[in-house]
T-cell receptor
């Protein structure tokens, strides 16, 4: 079945540095991908919609200059957490559906970000 | 986005059926009912989806009320690996349609 892969699975970075997370659709094209953040014991919160070839659409309250999204191809979207702070520590998850149909959404395995 | 309501938690015994309810009284005619589950420290996993008719797949069954204002996910024979948070979600028929997660139901399985 279709697979969405995230890299890295986990990352530890120093406060003030930037971290890039990749989300790839491995065997299908995705014009739209979604980025979520999840804090411990909480549900997934949608951060933004990543659109291939155009600007991402951010949910209310999500800083677009803080969370940079690039969707340069039909199989790759990246989320860059800029000037990370400890409060950005979270589980980041991406998802995508196949381009032509909406059967199900496929989710990456998630990236655990720890900012120290 | 249409909302769904699920119990916070449920418990079941191993090898017994589990019925996970979901209310979605404000569902629109174009909303599909999706179910996903999330195991600890993993991304969500698709379980099943439907529009009006009941659906079966290798993982589960989805029973949809005639008025579509509620649905039930049925795990026919729960195993310990089914312990997860189950999310009932309404989604339009479009790959660009957002998936908005509610709080879900945390299912525990007793050995």
């Amino acid at each position: 079945g279709a697979v969405v892969s995230q890299h890295p699975s986990w990352v530890i970075c120093k406060s003030g540095t930037s971290v890039k997370i990749e989300c790839r659709s491995l065997d299908f094209q995705a014009t739209t991908m979604f980025w979520y953040r999840q804090f411990p014991k909480q549900s997934l919160m949608l951060m933004a919609t990543s659109n291939e070839g155009s600007k991402a659409t951010y949910e209310q309250g999500v800083e677009k200059d803080k969370f940079l999204i690039n969707h340069a191809s039909l199989t790759l979207s990246t989320l860059t957490v800029t000037s990370a702070h400890p409060e950005d520590s979270s589980f980041y998850i991406c998802s995508a559906s196949m381009k032509a149909t909406n059967t199900e959404a496929f989710f990456g395995q998630g990236t655990r970000l720890t900012v120290v | 986005d249409a909302k769904t309501t699920q119990p916070n938690s449920m418990e079941s015994n191993e090898e017994e059926p589990v019925h996970l309810p979901c209310n979605h009284s404000t569902i629109s005619g174009t909303d599909y009912i999706h179910w996903y589950r999330q195991l600890p420290s993993q991304g969500p996993e698709y379980v099943i989806h439907g529009l009006t008719s009941n659906v079966n797949n290798r993982m589960a069954s989805l029973a949809i009320a005639e008025d579509r204002k509620s649905s039930t996910l049925i795990l026919h024979r729960a195993t310990l690996r089914d312990a997860a948070v189950y999310y009932c979600i309404l989604r339009l028929y479009s790959s660009a349609s957002k998936i908005i997660f509610g709080s879900g139901t945390r299912l525990s399985i007793r050995p």
